[in-house]
């Protein structure tokens, strides 16, 4: 009996994924079991769970973008179950993964409580990463049209994020299309209570502002989540222009490599567990 309530980790699989989903409604966040899902496919190896009790307890993820990056996220764990060290083995596991992969730079975006034991494991702060909220969204549609990738986005893409992730701009056009404007574009998803813009990357600020005014526009009268960099202080102007508001303050952090994307073409963020 007492074996059977010890700690273990083991992979997260696509049958776990409504109990995962348990864990991230707890902690009010935004992810639905359709984001699980993804992350099981994307990363099947890099999934992982603390079970107690044949319960999962605690989860954490890690997506590779080849070798050149990796991205960590959904480090959870129920509130029940805090306080016994199982985020930091879920931490030491998936970086050692990153390891034998040999990624040269990981990275996350870490809360203020987090971010002490980030910093224990090697992280360092790269930039702020801010979440910011529109309430009711009330943009009126342009004439862009949505559409499957074109290749050569996924160049543009990798320039300006720093690493080659077409495989998760593909597997998130499979449930919502992107607007592209020649090598720009922008993306939505639904969320659990609000729906997100992201990922959006583009040449211009005047691209930046087509593209999204017509993503939006398929949101009117929904609440919506925007992830961006301060730092990127058009995309700021534009997000205030559409009403969006900040909500959350968080640190990009990277271990290892100091691998850096062109944050200036980075209008929005494709979500903190994805980067």
Request: glycine content about 6%; hydrophobic content about 40%.
């Amino acid at each position: 009996m007492f074996r059977d309530c010890e700690p273990l980790l083991r992979r997260l699989t696509a049958k776990d994924t409504a109990a995962a989903l348990e864990l991230s409604t707890e902690a009010g966040w935004n992810q639905t079991e359709a984001d699980w899902r993804r992350l099981v496919d994307l990363s099947p190896e890099g999934c992982l769970a603390i079970e107690v009790a044949g319960e999962v307890v605690a989860t954490a993820t890690i997506v590779a973008y080849e070798r050149r990056l990796a991205w960590i996220g959904m480090v959870l764990t129920r509130k029940t179950y805090r306080g016994r060290g199982f985020a930091k083995r879920l931490l030491n596991e998936v970086l050692h993964l990153a390891d034998i992969l040999d990624i040269e730079s990981v990275k996350l975006d870490a809360t203020d409580q987090g971010k002490p034991l980030y910093e224990k494991l090697g992280f360092r702060s790269e930039q702020a990463v801010e979440r910011w909220e529109c309430e009711k969204v009330d943009v009126a549609a342009v004439a862009v049209s949505l559409t499957s990738f074109p290749a050569a986005v996924f160049s543009y893409d990798q320039c300006a994020f720093g690493a080659n992730r077409s495989a998760l701009l593909q597997s998130l056009a499979k449930s919502n299309l992107p607007v592209v404007l020649d090598n720009s574009y922008a993306m939505t998803r639904n969320g659990r209570v609000s729906e997100y813009l992201g990922p959006c990357i583009t040449q211009s600020g005047e691209a930046a502002w087509r593209v999204t005014t017509s993503v939006l526009a398929s949101l009117a009268g929904r609440s919506c989540y925007w992830d961006l960099f301060p730092a990127n202080t058009t995309a700021v102007r534009l997000a205030r222009e559409f009403d969006f508001a900040p909500k959350r303050h968080l640190t990009r952090m990277v271990r290892g490599r100091g691998l850096r994307g062109n944050e200036q073409q980075t209008y929005a963020l494709a979500g903190f567990e994805f980067g």
